[in-house]
């Protein structure tokens, strides 16, 4: 599986943005699929996952309300919607495939990444 992200971008506090990560690969509609994030000297964190089907997700406490994941199984692809964005969401942001079809909140159980793409809110 190869992910190939994009969306990211320069944006003032309260703007919108949407990540999308572009799947290849014959099971990405049996994947689930997650969003993390990585700010200069912080831990990489878990934003948001979904599973398989798309009817189950979960949002870390610091995005809940703000962030949207969805997924288009027929285009292979994951969103991430981005709406009431705050300058500490600046961090560059990963999609990756888990190992499982559920949803999964550490980084361990994924083993697919795509290669980041930053986003910067600026205040």
């Known amino acids: 599986v190869q992910l190939q992200a994009s969306g990211g971008g320069l944006v003032q506090a309260g703007g919108s943005l949407r990540l999308s990560c572009a799947a290849s690969?014959?099971?990405?509609?049996?994947?689930?699929m997650g969003w993390f994030r990585q700010a200069p000297g912080k831990e990489r964190e878990c934003v948001a996952v979904?599973?398989?089907?798309?009817?189950?997700?979960y949002y870390a406490d610091s995005v809940k309300g703000r962030f949207t994941i969805s997924r288009d199984n027929a285009k292979n692809t994951v969103y991430l919607q981005m709406d009431s964005l705050k300058p500490e969401d600046t961090a560059i942001y990963y999609c990756?495939?888990?190992?499982?079809?559920?949803?999964?909140?550490?980084?361990?159980?994924?083993?697919?990444w795509g290669q980041g793409t930053q986003v910067t809110v600026s205040s």
């Open positions: 979904i599973n398989y089907t798309g009817r189950n997700t």
């Open positions: 990756a495939a888990a190992t499982t079809a559920y949803g999964v909140t550490n980084a361990y159980d994924y083993n697919y």
């Open positions: 690969g014959r099971t990405f509609s049996s994947t689930a």
